[in-house]
């Protein structure tokens, strides 16, 4: 029995929900990370579920498990406690007993807030647990209902009504930072349009103009999703708003411009990048919301295969060499990066990056920033950094034979490289970067590893059931009868905790593809991406599709989100395993 002082993990162990070696791995988490919970880390490490740790946590303190999904808050208990009050420790009033009210937490150990709860409201408080973001969750729909505004609903009042957005928008156009919320409808509507997208678990907030409307999509979990859109004649506010808090040139309407915001959403701060290009129509807006919560991963949540896992962290701890990480705009690419540099920030190390842009801000670690106004870019910055004597090196991207180059030099003279490429998988990365100018052969020296990502949705863990895929939809995928024996396929029916749509949250599914001597030698003799890959699957790579398919076997993911993100070859046949 592995003992943690968390007694309730004993009861996750009974239940055999995580097992003695994934109890260990949360318990050194949580010492690393002072701030989170042998809980939190299960949840984080995908070893048990919320709903999982909060129920062993309720029968080890004898305490009420409450399922939010089943229970609906009456207005009158949600009356009784203030919005800011429930927002700030997480708590939700759930029903009363005479003079006792009762009290949803999701800390059974956080006294010092039922003592405060006691002390506002003058009268004795019970308590029943809930995961925190089941609460959170509660608390944006029960004071939503009473007290709040969404961003929907103001779009509609905006729709039913004719209101003058003139004086508006030159009161923006001449404010630093805006005027008052209170005076301005469309100050208002930004600042809910970015906390409802938060909220949602959007990455990023896309303003699109057409001839006669405004487009407004979020999107969630790789997959765009449309909301009630403004009138066409909020355009002009609606930018003009945004810039201000971009520090952008209002005035500029003809060139692309990027800029940042900084913003606080409830006890979050996020950076939101902006990108702004002119289109037929008018301006197109698109704002990445950067949450530095999606930076604290660890390798083993990458989605990374036991073997996978092992392997690249034996890779990240070579003293030299390139690790490549290829994929399209948005599959994960930085995670993964700042993963291994995580894992690697010791006070022993010095690690430098050269990023465009900085995305996150990571302490410990050096980062430098193109700027391509003054002549910064990638290689100016690598021939600097070598000159600071750093054990590792990040560069945000190899995008030319300079920086391909000087990265290679970088590795030759006893530095481990990360960077990224924009190809379709592993072995195509090679072909890549002979095409750009780098000899064959300095490639095959330098290079180590080639890993190859993409991000499908995965299964709400809620309401995910299990079912029988159709035999013919089995057999397309290339999945045989014999590979199906112990298989737990499953779906998410939909609920309100993945929105209706049966998926929440992203894992990778990932090709890993290492430069051992014979891919090396065939590397040397100029071979195409198609015998590499012939080679590489030969010698034990897994690629894109038969680790997708390899998680839908688990009941991880679907066959559908494999087929979004990874096509079937006919290198794949027989190798689904």
Do not use: W
């Not at 180059?405 to 990224?420: D, E, K, Y």
């Amino acid at each position: 029995m592995v003992t943690t002082g968390n007694d309730y993990t004993e009861i996750l162990l009974r239940r055999g929900i995580v097992s003695p070696e994934q109890l260990r791995e949360a318990s050194q988490m949580a010492r690393e990370q002072s701030e989170m919970s042998i809980g939190d880390c299960l949840t984080r490490l995908s070893y048990a579920s919320g709903e999982e740790v909060m129920r062993a946590m309720a029968e080890f303190h004898n305490m009420e498990y409450v399922d939010l999904e089943e229970v609906r808050i009456p207005e009158s208990m949600v009356e009784l406690i203030p919005e800011s009050v429930a927002r700030e420790n997480t708590i939700l009033p759930m029903d009363e007993d005479g003079d006792s009210l009762k009290v949803i937490v999701s800390d059974p150990n956080d006294l010092e807030t039922i003592e405060k709860l006691r002390f506002i409201l003058n009268r004795p408080i019970t308590t029943a647990l809930s995961p925190k973001e089941s609460i959170q969750h509660a608390i944006n729909q029960s004071y939503g209902q009473i007290e709040g505004e969404s961003a929907d609903s103001m779009l509609q009042e905006f729709t039913d009504t004719a209101i003058d957005f003139t004086e508006t928008e030159e009161d923006l156009l001449n404010s630093e930072d805006g005027v008052d919320a209170d005076s301005a409808p469309i100050v208002r509507l930004v600042q809910m349009m970015i906390s409802e997208a938060v909220q949602l678990r959007a990455s990023d907030i896309h303003v699109e103009p057409f001839e006669n409307r405004v487009r407004i999509r979020y999107r969630i979990d790789g997959v765009l999703t449309e909301r009630d859109s403004p009138p066409r004649r909020l355009l002009a506010a609606l930018l003009s708003r945004i810039k201000i808090l971009a520090k952008m040139d209002i005035a500029e309407r003809r060139r692309p411009q990027d800029g940042r915001i900084k913003v606080t959403v409830g006890a979050k701060e996020l950076d939101l990048r902006v990108s702004v290009i002119p289109t037929s129509h008018g301006q197109s807006v698109v704002m990445r919301i950067l949450d530095k919560e999606n930076i604290k991963i660890g390798i083993r949540q990458l989605g990374l295969s036991e073997h996978n896992f092992k392997v690249f962290q034996s890779l990240i701890k070579r003293p030299n060499g390139i690790i490549l990480v290829t994929g399209p705009t948005g599959s994960g690419k930085t995670t993964t990066l700042y993963a291994a540099l995580n894992a690697l920030n010791k006070p022993d190390r010095k690690i430098i990056t050269a990023e465009d842009p900085v995305e996150y801000y990571l302490p410990g670690i050096n980062q430098c920033e193109v700027r391509h106004n003054i002549g910064l870019d990638f290689a100016r910055i690598i021939r600097s950094m070598l000159r600071q004597a750093p054990n590792i090196i990040l560069v945000g991207e190899m995008r030319d034979s300079e920086t391909a180059s000087m990265g290679i030099q970088a590795s030759l003279t006893g530095h481990l490289v990360f960077s990224t490429l924009h190809t379709n998988d592993a072995p195509s990365a090679v072909t890549r970067m002979t095409d750009m100018g780098v000899p064959n052969y300095l490639v095959a020296s330098s290079v180590i590893a080639i890993m190859a990502q993409r991000l499908v949705r995965v299964i709400c863990s809620r309401c995910k059931q299990p079912f029988t895929p159709k035999e013919s939809t089995l057999e397309a995928a290339g999945l045989t009868p014999e590979m199906c024996e112990g298989a737990k396929f499953m779906r998410g029916r939909g609920c309100g905790y993945c929105q209706k749509s049966g998926y929440r949250g992203r894992i990778a599914i990932i090709e890993q593809m290492i430069l051992d001597s014979k891919v090396r030698e065939m590397i040397f003799e100029n071979r195409g991406s198609d015998e590499l890959r012939r080679l590489a699957i030969s010698r034990g790579m897994r690629t894109l599709y038969s680790d997708g398919m390899r998680k839908v076997l688990d009941g991880i993911t679907s066959i559908e989100e494999v087929y979004r993100v990874a096509k079937r070859t006919e290198q794949d046949e027989a190798v689904v395993v």
